[in-house]
């Protein structure tokens, strides 16, 4: 009998490749510089110069231009209908963004059928994988009923394995006058038929939406049936949910951007990850993030799009680290590894966020001869190839 197995792939001439494995290349990054990668199946086999590279079934010469692992995006809602264009367009002639037009969203995704919610989510996890982004995670939280939460966690379960039952969004509007009782749904019956489909809970701890106690409640519930722990924190204003998450030992809490020193303090005496989301900040005007006091007290920091038809509608990860760059006060270097590494640990993944041996092949080339250039040049489409699990895509 004979065996076959998957060819191996050299890329070649890499001018400058982000391993994000200081133990083979250069700083926190582990910079290579005429750099090898040889995959083997799905998986990275060999990382090293050019010049040692081994032999292989076939070979890929990079010609000079950088690579960077996947991005991985650790926070997005792309299970959803409709359009809020016009939100959109009154917020930026002065209306604040608010919690509340999420029940827009609700409506349409009520309203829509399964093959369209399938055919959105598709479409921008292609949209985000031909911008290099080879890892995402993806909620529920535009349903708000059993069956429509259910729903959606099964089609985001067809498309990404990182899936997060969100049915603590907002107070669905069929209880607007009983949020008591919403809770009790959602850490019931709702939870029951959603926890087989998902492998997160999340809980927006806000004013306008749930409060510490409720979140609290949400989150131990989603613990008890087996759900890891993440929670949109301290987005609109300062609050109980990074303390919430600390405590409760979140993978991640997820857009701080109003912390406290005590919260900037327990972030970074933790393994919780502090999760900025520019993208919302730019789509709302709303004050930035400011990654260097969480950076310089020792926290982990990843950068995500938030993806959202509301307040944050891009699948860019290069564009959110531009604006990390530019308005964050992250360094070029600290950006591109939040957007990668960072990215991983707030999923608590090991196999993805690098690119070394026994990690999944999940890299990207850039049209330029360094990750800088992702802050660098704004706005411009860098990523020319990307490989997904071994595959060029």
């Keep these: ?34 750099a090898a990668v040889v995959i083997d199946g799905d998986r990275i086999a060999w990382v090293g110069t050019s010049s040692k590279a081994p032999a292989t079934d076939n070979a890929v010469d990079a010609g000079g231009r950088a690579g960077i692992p996947g991005f991985v995006d650790s926070h997005s809602h792309l299970v959803f209908a409709g359009d809020r264009t016009a939100e959109f367009n009154a917020r930026m002639s002065g209306r604040p963004y608010s919690a509340g037009g999420i029940r827009t969203t609700v409506a349409a995704t009520r309203a829509a059928t399964d093959e369209a919610l399938h055919a ?7 949209e985000a994988l031909r911008q290099g982004t080879t890892t995402q995670e993806t909620k529920s939280g535009y349903g708000l009923t059993v069956e429509d939460e259910a729903r959606a966690l099964r089609i985001a379960a067809e498309h990404t394995d990182e899936v997060t039952f969100l049915g603590a969004h907002i107070v669905s509007p069929d209880y607007a006058d009983d ?3 919403y809770v009790d749904l959602v850490t019931g019956p709702m939870l029951d038929a959603c926890a087989p489909h998902a492998r997160w809970i999340d809980v927006f701890c806000e ?13 131990t519930a989603g613990q008890a049936k087996g759900l890891q722990v993440r929670v949109h924190a301290n987005q609109l204003g300062h609050g109980p949910g990074v303390q919430l998450a600390v405590e409760l030992g979140a993978a991640s809490a997820d857009h701080c951007t109003h912390l406290s020193y005590a919260d900037i303090d ?11 989301l520019p993208g919302a900040e730019f789509s ?16 982990t920091v990843a950068l995500s799009t938030d993806c959202n038809p509301g307040s944050s509608f891009t699948s860019s990860m290069p564009f959110c680290i531009a604006l990390a760059v530019r308005d964050m006060g992250m360094t070029p270097d600290e950006a591109v590894w939040s957007a990668t590494a960072g990215g991983a640990r707030a999923l608590r993944r090991t196999d993805v966020g ?10 990207a080339l850039l049209d330029a001869p360094s990750h800088v250039h992702l802050a660098y040049r704004p706005g411009v489409p860098l990523v020319s190839a990307v490989w997904h699990k071994g595959v060029l895509v």
């Design 1 to 34: 009998m004979t065996t076959t197995s998957a060819p191996t792939t050299a890329i070649t001439h890499i001018a400058q490749l982000v391993t994000n494995d200081p133990s083979l290349g250069e700083g926190p990054l582990g910079l290579i510089q005429d």
């Design 179 to 181: 949020p008591a009782g």
């Design 266 to 276: 327990a972030l970074a005496q933790s393994e919780t990850v502090a999760t900025l």
């Design 354 to 363: 690098r690119i070394a041996p026994g990690a999944r092949a999940d890299l």
């Design 207 to 219: 004013k306008g939406a749930f409060d510490g106690d409720q979140a609290r409640a949400v989150l």
């Design 284 to 299: 709302t005007r709303a004050k930035w993030p400011d990654a260097r006091p969480l950076l310089d007290a020792g926290a």
């Design 120 to 126: 959105n989510v598709a479409r921008y996890l292609a």
